[in-house]
Nanobody, 124 residues
């Protein structure tokens, strides 16, 4: 059974930092693009960041560029999202997801496997 399990969410004050982790099990995703996406209350799910299979290429949404960093450790089958200078508008449930292939993508429909999500709340 394929599983993606996120951890590291919580409550933080604006300007603070959090590091999210996503541990994969059931299969290896070392040859697959991995991404982080989020959904705020009352809003649609949106793309946050993606990383290529070998970590050599990354994409970010404009809203998080320069503040968030995505990384991966294929030996541990784990993906990370370091979030710095957090803002109240970053409050959302954050999901880890595996894309259909090694092709980099910002399109939500291209992500096939999803975790259950972890809540991030940023207070002002």
């Amino acid at each position: 059974q394929v599983r993606l399990v996120e951890s590291g969410g919580g409550l933080v004050q604006a300007g603070g930092s959090l590091r999210l982790s996503c541990a994969a099990s059931g299969r290896t995703f070392s040859g697959t693009t991995m991404g982080w996406l989020r959904q705020a209350p009352g809003k649609e799910r949106e793309f946050v960041a993606a990383i290529s299979w070998n970590g050599g290429n990354t994409y970010y949404s404009d809203s998080v560029k320069g503040r968030f960093t995505i990384s991966r450790d294929n030996a541990k089958n784990t993906v990370y999202l370091q979030m710095n200078r957090l803002k109240p508008e970053d409050t959302a449930v954050y999901y880890c997801a595996a894309a259909n292939s090694a092709t980099m993508t910002r399109l939500i429909r291209e992500y096939s496997y999803w975790g259950q999500g972890t809540q991030v709340t940023v207070s002002s």
